[in-house]
């Protein structure tokens, strides 16, 4: 576990599969309302001079390097948000929408990337707001069927995403098994997703 400036981090843990769990967001699902900010919080577009902060972010919740060239070009204008704490300036919250995909079964889908909160600022929706502004934004840019990666063990960014209307892609036979897991963990409100997401997956089979 990394800790940096004092900060708290996500715990890393090494992702056990060989393929990266997928997710999209179907078309028939409307654009969605995002949470209004807490108090002393400021969501914004990440600025030239946030590197180094936005960097420390990052590493809060991800151990990939030289990562943020790459994210930066790939980004929408008007697609790196951004939430500040203003007492401290510290960035605390982040989610990008970006262009073209890393996924050979969603070219050029527009792609969700690097959703992360500083633990410390948890359980205040700010993760929400910035997905649910990456969401919007994808899908002003005219994405039918925008796509995401994530871990297995991401539970509560994969809670936030089926609050959005993100919803399970299985392209290999074990991520039945590995989506079912995922979804024992979560509320009930959950399963119906769950089961047309198995559906689907048996229909294109």
Known sequence: MNRL????????????????LEMVRPPSISVTETSPLPEGYALRQL???????YDELFHLAFEDEGR???????ALDGGFFVIEHLASGQLVSSCVALRGSSSPRHPDAGQLGWLVTDPSHGGKGLG????ASVTNRLAAEGYLHPFLGTEDTRIAAICIYLRLGWRPYIYQSDMVERWQNIFAKLRPEFEPILLDALAKSRQSR
């Open 5 to 20: 400036s004092g900060r708290p981090a996500h715990q890393f843990l090494r992702q056990e599969h060989r393929h990266q």
């Open 128 to 131: 929400s707001i910035v997905a």
């Open 68 to 74: 943020f060239s790459e994210t930066r070009n790939r």
């Open 47 to 53: 600025s030239d001079e946030d590197a180094v902060v």
